[in-house]
């Protein structure tokens, strides 16, 4: 062990300059986001322009962590017949274990250290803090291994770039082809069996580098591990084009699907369906694709103090031989990011408000007729709880947990106050993704909190929940900073036939912001 | 006892053969170089040896071992010294030693702090700072303070200007007194090779031409003179040992490969009856060139 630290020390010592500019990135970029509200003249484009910025910054340094990581490997070259330490006693068992070392420490552990004081200084629990920890861990990870596998099989470093730009644009291409990421949703593909090949392709595509890694440094046959590299991807096609077989887990099945909505039922809860399906004259006998479903209906029996929030809609369908296929879906009413009024009056103790029950609604469009339609609702019960209140003056902070709520500005326009809040809080990269329909959607969507505020003033005599607008969002390692409006409308009085403002109104007025996370998940069936 | 043995070595690269089926055995306690002009065979056959290369056929033993088996062990007991070796050009030549120490339980500060002080090597600079001279002493110097068995020199005098050539082989010869290592070296620098080696083997074109003593070969090679009295001759069917025969006037010349005076003398009384002979030695550079002239007119023969 003595030695693969003795290797590590070298490493560091090697790459020092470079590595303390990267951390020294990371760290700005970190703190640029986390002081940016007070950087920029707020506007929306302003917000986007800073968003792309640093969102550019952070590619820029995965790039940067891609290539460290390769000169960490490149630096004792594992293909050259020239490579120093190949003549040395060291064998590729210990040589493997000081990279990957050297890696751990100087990709995940450095950045976790140098980023510590920020998530410590923005309040991040234990929890958040080990949350973001191991979301850098697992990026840095991801990032390394790809860059390990790559360095691993080449000599130069003319070489590596080259084949590291070809890799950018075909592997996402290839792997694009065989996960069915360019294909039209649902198919003719079992749902069992494209779940089963979805895992087995995300099987092979994390255990092919590490073999590939393994072989190298082990044996330092490249041909062989290009080979490797190759089966890789042949097997990739191969559970395309001909895995057939179902080794997903029985909650696939639709009887399991009632079994898990009847797990997940909340008595207290209704939804109400109203089906609205079009399909051509055609459509039934061809079953051509040019039929379209639409549900609908409203979700009600939310306790007071919480509401319901559509998730995700997943569509399967019958067919003839009883196998299953996926219909893609999406919600395009339901998964509302504010709370109801009600919902957070209440939370925040004060008397709810008569409401209408919610809405949701889910379409699918152009997917064949036949057969039996399934859908599963997904959706979460948020509750509300008050993580304080500020009161209404500029510069005003409110610091619970992670969160912190700072109004930057107040202004009176015609319409009323706007309030401008600037806020921080922890965000892990998980909740993000590029399909907000994606097979993970349920998964990711029932994690997320929404946010509502209550404007009131001491006697409880002026109560509103002002209007929310979002202005931008700047999401960087696990901390999540944006800015938001609110619009208050001033009360009025009636003096001599005039509705005048109330003098005074303002005075004494607090914002109380009211959080909502889910509390637990519902699931429905629908059918057609 | 051999260091090294090979069997039939042959190494490939896609369709051009760099090595075919040598064969070769070094003893221990040598200094053995292996001679050959530009890409004849020497960097892969060290390769091989060194396990940088898989033989595609044959067998190579270092120190016993398979050469495709190379282990911690064996390499422990092995310095390598290439002109094409990648050192570690950001480090001092402290950080080096440092750096390899570790690796050889065998390291020997001593020996490293006498032959720090005999090739005045500045401690403190980085590699990429030092001159070829020094950076050969350089990675000498780390092959062998820990008193390999097995001294492995791939090319060491290329890009060397004379001085510092000289310095180096001075070196080497005086770190030779301080281990009792055995030496292999490939090399083109005939001079320098004559200085250091005791036993020789030509590669030509991937072929092991011959392998034996310097002492030998050295005394199997001569420049023969024979004085004719009688004016010219007729030089028709010289024997097969006989390389580079001329005539100019009454003054035939050739190389006796298969020199022994007696029989050499012999050899050329009953072709030249009254002729004087006069046998002058050659040096190992004067070998080679004949030689090589030999195998390119062999090759164009065969080629007509």
Known sequence: MSLVWHIVRKDIQRLWLPLGLWLALVLAQTLLAVHSMGLVQVTVSSYEGLSYFVATWGVILGVVGFVLAAWLVMEDNLVSTQAGWRTRPINGARLLAAKSLGALLMFSVLPAAVLTPVWLGCGFSAGEWAGAAGALMLRSGLISAAAFALAGITETSGQFLLRAIGAAVLLPLFVGYVSGAFARPGGDTPVGVAESRSWLLLAIGLLTPLVMLGHQFLTRRTLRTVAIFGAGVVLMLGVKFAWVWDFSSPGSGPGSDQQAAAAAADPEVKFRVTEQTESSADAEKNGDASFQARWSGVMAGAPAGSFLRLDSARGLRRRADQSLATVGFKVTAGRQTTPPESAVRVAAGLPGLAEEPATWAIESDQTDPRGLFQVRLTASLLRGRVLGELPLRPGAELHTGSSLTRIVSIERTESGLVVQLEECDAWFAWLAGMDPEGPDSAWRNSRRVADGFVLLNPAHTYVQSPAVAVIGTIRVNSLQVYRRELTVTPPTTTVAGVAQETPGWEEGLVIMKVRFSPDHPLTRLISR | ?304
């Open chain 2, 1 to 304: 006892m051999n260091i090294i043995e090979t069997e039939s070595l042959t190494h490939r690269y896609w369709r051009t053969e760099a090595l075919r089926g040598l064969t070769l055995a070094v003893p221990a306690g040598s200094v053995f170089a292996l001679l050959g002009a530009n890409g004849a065979g020497k960097t892969t056959a060290i390769k091989v040896l060194m396990n940088l290369l898989r033989p595609t056929a044959g067998v190579s033993r270092v120190l016993g071992v398979d050469s495709r088996r190379l282990g911690e062990r064996e390499l422990a007991q092995i310095g390598y010294v290439s002109e094409n070796q990648q050192l570690p050009l950001w480090m001092t030549v402290r950080q080096l030693l440092n750096y390899c120490r570790p690796f050889y339980p065998g390291w020997d500060r001593a020996l490293e702090a006498k032959l720090l002080a005999q090739f005045d090597l500045p401690e403190d600079r980085q590699l990429k700072q030092l001159s070829r001279g020094m950076l050969m002493k350089v990675a000498l110097l780390s092959s062998l303070a820990y008193r390999p068995q097995l001294l492995v020199l791939d090319e060491p005098f290329s890009g060397l200007d004379p001085l510092v050539r000289d310095d180096f082989v001075r070196g080497l010869l005086e770190a030779s007194e301080l281990g009792d290592w055995t030496v292999f070296i490939s090399s083109h620098d005939i001079e320098e090779v004559e200085r250091l080696a005791d036993h020789i083997a030509l590669l030509e074109a991937g072929q092991l031409r011959f392998t034996e003593t310097t002492e030998a070969l050295l005394g199997r090679f001569r420049r023969i003179e024979v004085t004719l009295p009688g004016g010219p001759a007729r030089l028709d069917a010289p024997p097969a040992g006989w390389l580079e025969l001329e005539q100019k006037g009454g003054l035939v010349r050739f190389i006796e490969t298969r020199y022994d005076r007696a029989a050499t003398e012999q050899a050329c009384r009953e072709r030249f009856p009254e002729a004087a002979v006069l046998a002058h030695p050659m040096t190992l550079r004067e070998i080679f060139i004949s030689l090589a002239r030999a195998r390119r007119a062999e090759v164009r023969t065969t080629a007509a």
